[in-house]
């Protein structure tokens, strides 16, 4: 069986400064330096005026398609997070902080 390989990155953005992309960029970074296939709502969702409920329709969205969801720190207080976490679990995908993700990939 091959290894799951796409990664959805779910994390705070509300309320962070710059919508917390720089964490994005940088998990996104150390995914596809581990040779996964990442989906990032940062890049998904360029324009920061994109209404809150249409956001969280795409990441919806685009979860359906991965293998995996990549927690980012501080997504426990984060409502958009919950909703996808929710929908994560219902589609059965595994669900792991980035940080046991990336821990873990270099022992697998």
Known sequence: MS???KVYIA???TGIAEFNHPAFRKAAKDLRALGYDVVSPAELI???STPYQECIDIGLDALKD???????NGWTCS????IEFKRAEELN???LGIETLVFLEGRV
Not at 79 to 82: C, E, K, L, R, S
């Open 11 to 13: 994390g705070p953005m």
């Open 79 to 82: 409502n958009g997070v919950a």
């Open 3 to 5: 290894k799951p390989k």
């Open 66 to 72: 991965c293998d995996i969801v990549a927690l980012l």
């Open 46 to 48: 360029t324009d920061t």
């Open 93 to 95: 995908l595994i669900i």
